[in-house]
């Protein structure tokens, strides 16, 4: 039986930034992070070269790895508290914030670019946030620092060598297959190896932090395991792909637009996310073959287009408590009318009554970045709660944005966000169960980069009290 200290399920930001923060207080425990996809160095999309996903086994390397599904995005950090999740609710504003300015600053020592965006022009910003008001949206203010899919990459290999310098213990290729919970305490976990054999390993103390992906994987745990939680929200939504000259002004002045709004009749939240000047609509595949849409945005290569998400919450109540399980079916209803791949449709046929042929798509003004989605009807499998909120949020976009609207902007789908299963846990991070710590987006607390790594910067100094 493998022996540890401290062991970190998940080489995502909150895993990796829980190490971290542990090294740079001086810990002498031993820490073993255990990721079932592979080291940063190692993981390569082939699709740059095939042009169409190969469906990688047995894990996509988009969304599975070191530094988890971020590697591969567009690599943005979000440096205000009100955007990422709920963490400040738990935490409270302004630690949420210092814990942020705090987390920055380890980017910028690894070589985060300085540049801040969206805070250079603020009439402009003010300009914008009137068209927003008049539209019944409001513009959420937020620096932006991006660090583009490329040079997060660098990034975060980075951070892998050092942490491996310094003694962590990193273990690929394997995957958790279940926690060791006696007596209401977690005293280790069950490790599969890529050659199918296990061995427990024993723990003082364990961090689930799995990302999105592991967001279903422990929604189960809880189950089993009595941990509690609740059931929480659940993101349904599609990404638009517009030309680069629709979104200027809004590319210039803020680089990302984070706006919210509550259309009618049904008065869901339903925000923008992960906005890409000049970026790439992108495919990432989930362990059940479920093909979900997503955006990136490099330093240096850049298309005609602009694409970001805009995504639907959906809160349930009793009797119904997955919430994962529904949006995956709603992806797996797309999946199949697009043969396993991404579906896009022009708005303008989709206000019509009419599915999207592929030979229009070559007429249009926008050409997709997404070379292999398939042209068709995503309405034919989006929920009618979820459409209607999408049409009605777009063309309130329209009147802060003119053209966003058009009848030729591209709406892809499914764009699925899974951290809807919410870990209850004090302000010191610690659930029900003694030893267990779970941080991130699959706890449900956070969504996005920079928030689940200062929850693991938090998670660390946490842990260190303890020594």
């Keep these: 039986m493998l022996k540890t200290d401290v062991l970190i399920v998940g080489a995502g930001p909150a895993g990796i930034f829980t190490a971290l923060e542990l090294l740079r207080l001086g810990t002498k425990r031993r820490i073993v992070m255990v990721e079932k996809g592979q080291p940063i160095e190692r993981r390569h999309c082939p699709k740059d070269k095939t042009s169409q996903c190969v469906n990688c086994r047995p894990y996509c390397h988009i969304t599975t790895g070191f530094s988890g599904a971020g590697a591969f995005s567009d690599g943005k950090l979000s440096l205000s508290y009100e955007v990422g999740g709920d963490l400040p609710d738990l935490i409270g504003a302004d630690v949420a914030q210092d814990l942020i300015d705090y987390t920055d600053g380890i980017y910028l020592d690894f070589g985060a670019d300085t540049a801040i965006e969206g805070i250079s022009n603020p009439e402009a910003v003010k300009d914008i946030r009137t068209k927003a008001i008049r539209a019944g949206l409001k513009l959420v203010d937020c620096p932006i620092r991006h660090l583009g899919t490329e040079k997060a990459q660098e990034i975060y290999l980075a951070i892998e060598n050092s942490l491996r310098e310094q003694g962590v213990e990193m273990i690929f290729g394997t995957e958790c297959q279940g926690l060791i919970i006696k007596d209401g305490r977690c005293k280790g976990a069950v490790l599969q190896y890529k050659d199918g054999t296990t061995e427990e390993v024993a723990a003082d103390s364990v961090v689930v932090a799995t990302g999105r992906r592991g967001a279903d994987w422990l929604e189960k745990l809880c189950v089993e395991h009595g941990i509690a939680h609740d059931p929480g929200t659940v993101d349904i939504g599609v990404r638009v792909e517009v030309r680069n000259e629709v979104m200027e002004e809004v590319n210039r002045v803020l680089y990302e637009s984070k706006l919210v709004g509550y259309p009618a009749p049904f008065k869901n939240k339903v925000r923008t996310f992960c906005q890409n000047p000049g970026g790439f609509v992108s ?57 396993g791949h991404i579906l896009v449709q022009r708005f303008g046929d989709i206000l019509d009554g009419k599915r999207t042929w592929q030979r229009e798509l070559t007429r249009s003004n926008v050409r997709p970045t997404l070379p292999d989605a398939v042209a068709g009807d995503i309405t034919a499998a989006m929920p009618y709660r979820a459409m209607t909120n999408i049409i009605g949020f777009i063309q309130a976009m329209d009147k802060v944005v003119p053209g966003f609207a058009s009848p030729e902007t591209l709406l892809y789908s499914p764009e699925l966000k899974f951290y809807s299963n919410k870990v209850r846990m004090d302000t010191d991070l610690n659930t029900s169960i003694e030893g267990l710590h779970c941080l991130g987006d699959s706890s449900g607390w956070t969504r996005g980069l920079m928030m689940a790594s200062a929850m693991g910067v938090l998670m660390g100094r946490k842990l260190f009290e303890k020594e």
């Design 283 to 339: 495919q990432e595949n989930y362990d059940n073959d479920l093909a979900v849409v997503n955006g990136h945005s490099y330093k240096e290569k850049k298309s005609a287009n602009t694409n970001l998400s805009i995504l639907c919450s959906h809160n349930f109540t009793v009797p119904f408590n997955q919430p994962i399980a529904y949006a995956q079916k709603v992806g797996e209803l797309t999946n199949m009318l697009a043969s």
